[in-house]
């Protein structure tokens, strides 16, 4: 009971904090590190906790309809293997475009787990929800911005969706043009400018350009585009100033991986800062890192707990945003 006044209370006085920042805080898969990535309930839950943004990672199915889910396949959050033993591919994956919509949903989500070297699943996260407990579903894009506008309008909040397309030249490549329904979606629940509480984000250079001078115009809409990215040759030239300038003429801002921004290893987070924050803002954009999580700290040389690496992202680097699976932590932070 006291758990629930706790969130209570956390989602009033942040609700009621909202005008004293304007760093936003996007629920990573929703509040992913207390339930199953990406359910309904995670949803919810981020929800409850004040959050400005929920993240959706969309995939297609084999009916063309639109997944909430982190890979293009179903075989580290589900039990598709005992499911549907038979429709595993050459590489031993199990492809979320191999199955139909009404399939997908006949499966249990679970935690995010891997497969020791016995074949034994073990979870990802030892100290989270437990593996195959309870009862969890996938669901769609739509029934997600259906949940979160419900909400809006149940609570009188305002929380946004930030969704990113998962292997959009992948998904070309099956003849599946997974970014234009996403934003397809977008029009027809309303996101439909800049002002719209809603970002589109993907990790793949050329297909943010697509979106931008083919999608948008032929959908008649302008929603505020996210270039994902992360520490790898890929990313060298759009990463330079000039390379910043020119996606500033088309992108809203960046998100790059933590490591981007602080090598993993710095002893120091002063010395070891790049300059990638410092040049996006130079041109006008805005950066919001992922992935900041309870655990990152054991991984990195720089932070000693959550709360300092909140503090020196927020507070030092000067970030804008951040995308967490701890939301109640990080709304806490941001409230103090
Ligand atoms: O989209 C931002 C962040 O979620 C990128 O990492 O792999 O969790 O989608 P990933
Ligand atoms: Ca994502």
Redesign the pocket.
């Known amino acids: 009971m006291l758990k629930y006044f706790n969130i209570f209370i956390i989602y009033t006085l942040s609700t009621l904090t909202t005008f004293a920042t304007d760093k936003i805080i996007i629920a ?1 898969r929703g509040a992913s590190g207390y339930l199953p990535e990406h359910t309904i309930a995670a949803k919810a839950m981020a929800y409850a906790m004040g959050v400005d943004y929920i ?1 959706q ?1 969309v995939v297609m199915s084999k009916d063309n309809h639109l997944i909430v889910l ?1 890979d293009h396949y179903l075989d580290r959050v589900t039990d598709v293997q005992t499911k549907f033993p038979d429709r595993i591919r050459e590489d031993g994956r199990y492809y979320v475009i191999d199955f139909t919509l009404s399939e997908i949903k006949s499966l249990n989500v679970t935690e995010r787990y891997y497969f020791d070297e016995k074949g034994t699943k073990n979870a990802v996260f030892k100290d989270r929800f437990p593996l195959f407990q309870s009862y969890f579903k996938i669901h769609t894009l739509e029934e997600e911005i259906e949940l979160i506008q419900g909400l809006n309008k149940s609570t009188g909040g305002d929380v946004g969706i930030y969704t ?1 397309a998962k292997n959009p030249s992948f998904h070309l490549s099956e003849g599946k043009d997974l970014s234009k329904a996403i934003l397809e979606t977008f029009k027809r629940y309303g996101y439909e400018d800049q002002r719209s509480k809603a970002f589109y ?1 993907t990790f793949e250079i050329d297909e943010l350009k697509r979106v931008y001078n083919k999608i948008l115009p032929i959908l008649n809409i302008d929603v505020k585009l996210i270039q ?1 990215m992360g520490k790898s040759d890929y990313y060298k030239k759009v990463t330079t100033i000039e390379g910043l300038k020119d996606l500033s003429l088309y992108a809203y801002g960046i ?1 790059p991986s933590l490591n981007m921004i602080i090598p993993n290893n710095s002893k120091d987070s002063i010395l070891g800062l790049s300059s990638l924050v410092e040049d996006a803002h130079s041109v006008g954009m805005k950066v919001h890192p ?2 900041f999580r309870q655990e990152s700290p054991l991984a990195l040389t720089y932070a000693t707990n959550y709360e300092n690496l909140l503090d020196i992202y927020f507070n030092h680097v000067g970030v804008d945003g951040v ?1 967490t699976d701890f939301p109640d932590l990080t709304v806490k932070f941001l409230m103090r």
């Open positions: 990573h993240e990672d982190h990113e984000q994902l998100g992922y992935t995308f």
